[in-house]
């Protein structure tokens, strides 16, 4: 039976393989796996190009496992087209970068573990699929597939296939020993889970609880791994049911992740799983140390990240309404802006005065469903409109403000057919 099931889904990856990469990505990807079958060596996909591959769900990444040496694998790809890049030579891997295609490919050679420090591993070289696939975190990312042979393998103590088939989220062997292998593991588990639960996977509260939890230990992990991972989980996490909301809030709760910020606050971790947001973070660590610079170097923040933080000034958004707060987020930039902070702006609310933020979230959406101006330049007319309509100086900006004014209670006015039109009869200019 089990080995039947192993072959359906050879099939099935064959066929997304097929109709799901484009063209050219997928030549690459033959061709990298060709070279390496040519030299006498073992090459597979592995890892989550494959998982995603057998759960229908788009490929980001194509990563390769492989017999070969590095200095071997070095020589084969020799290219015009072809950059390779050291990317962890000490780990036996490189990057294959395909000028043409854009396409990045990373390629390690088999691997086993010979000691680990709770984040990092010490590996030793090996030609045999099964250590490396036996040291990988969860069951459903060790599966490795060659579509030239169409050959899909998991491992001989575990079966990732069949895990995946059942939505089981489990562990390589002892979760205990994984864990304290790498820390970083048990965020992960929570993560896959929440990317995963729409396709059936459920969250084994009993192992997390028993088994995780009491080996955890978040201060091995660097905050940029922390925040990487929990940026992967709030991307999913807004649109969860009110009952996953929960039990993630509880997760990320007993892993107490944000100790060295000295929080406590249930509310904090509610409002970022909520929204989907770090900024509750942002603001809470912003009372405590009262500068924008402290709070970004120690949540180690990007430099965008950073400029959105500075563009706000947060002492107007405490304990005003809605419609100050309103006035603040769309005086801060463009559509654009607020389309891609509009969850962080929200959380921001919702952690100052609770219902408030679910209000400024509708507020905002109805702004760009509507397509309300909210500055002089999202107006169908400019500067160089008045002035040809004989307006001057001063009068110029006065009557934009005015029509801002006008198309914000009346969207529909904002074509320049119609605010010529109302320029020109309605006598604005006084």
């Known amino acids: 039976m089990m080995k039947k099931q192993h072959e359906i889904f050879e099939t099935f990856a064959a066929k997304h393989f097929e109709m799901f990469v484009e063209v050219d990505t997928k030549i690459n990807v033959l061709f990298t796996l060709k070279t390496v079958m040519e030299s006498g060596n073992d090459i597979f996909l592995v890892g989550g190009s494959v998982r995603d591959i057998l759960l229908q769900r788009p490929i980001k990444d194509f990563d390769f496992c492989t017999s070969a040496p590095i200095e071997d694998l070095k020589k084969m790809f020799v290219s015009d087209n072809i950059s390779i890049i050291d990317t962890g030579i000490e780990h036996g891997t490189i990057t294959l970068h395909f000028k043409d295609t854009k396409d ?13 420090d709770g984040r990092r591993a010490t590996v030793a070289f090996t030609n045999d699929l099964q ?17 030239l042979r169409n050959e899909l393998l998991t491992g001989t103590e575990f079966d990732g296939i069949d895990d995946l088939s059942k939505g089981k989220l489990r562990f390589v062997g002892d979760a205990v020993e994984r864990v304290q292998e ?13 990317q995963l639960n729409h396709k059936g996977f459920q969250f084994n509260q009993n192992l997390f609880m028993n088994k995780i939890v009491p080996v955890f230990d978040e ?4 905050f940029e791994r922390i925040v990487s991972e929990l940026t992967k989980i709030f991307k999913v996490s807004a ?16 892993m107490n992740l944000f100790k060295r910020f000295n929080i406590e606050d249930d509310f904090i971790t509610r409002a970022m799983v909520e929204f989907g947001s770090f900024w509750p973070l942002i603001e809470e660590v912003l009372d405590v140390e009262e500068k924008i610079t402290t709070a970004t170097q120690k949540l180690k923040l990007s430099a965008e990240e950073v400029k959105a933080v500075s563009k706000i000034d947060f002492d107007t958004f405490r304990g005003q309404q809605d419609k100050v707060v309103l006035d603040a987020l769309t005086s801060i930039g463009d559509m654009e802006f607020m389309r891609k902070h509009i969850q962080d702006f929200c959380s921001i609310a919702f952690t100052r ?20 101006p909210f500055k002089k330049s999202q107006l169908a007319v400019d500067g160089t409109d008045l002035m040809k309509l004989g307006f001057e100086g001063k009068a110029i ?18 074509t320049k057919e119609r605010l010529l039109e109302i320029l020109t009869f309605n006598t604005l200019k006084s």
């Not at 790498?182 to 929440?194: E, I, P, Q, T, Y």
């Not at 649109?239 to 007993?254: A, G, H, R, V």
């Not at 005065?353 to 309300?372: F, P, T």
């Not at 900006?397 to 904002?414: A, F, H, I, R, Y």
């Open 219 to 222: 201060s091995v992990l660097s």
């Open 131 to 147: 250590e490396d696939l036996s040291r990988r975190d969860l069951t459903i990312n060790a599966i490795a597939w060659n579509p």
């Open 353 to 372: 005065s609770g219902n408030s933020g679910i209000q400024v979230r509708e507020r905002l959406a109805e702004i760009e469903r509507d397509g309300i």
């Open 182 to 194: 790498d820390h970083l593991r048990a965020l992960r588990f929570v993560r896959f889970w929440c």
């Open 239 to 254: 649109t969860m049911s009110d009952s996953q909301k929960e039990l993630l809030i509880f997760s990320l709760k007993e």
């Open 397 to 414: 900006g006065d009557n934009l403000d005015k029509l801002l004014v006008l198309t914000q209670n009346s969207p529909k006015l904002n």
């Open 104 to 116: 990045d490919f990373e390629i390690t050679r088999f691997r086993k573990d010979v000691s680990t």
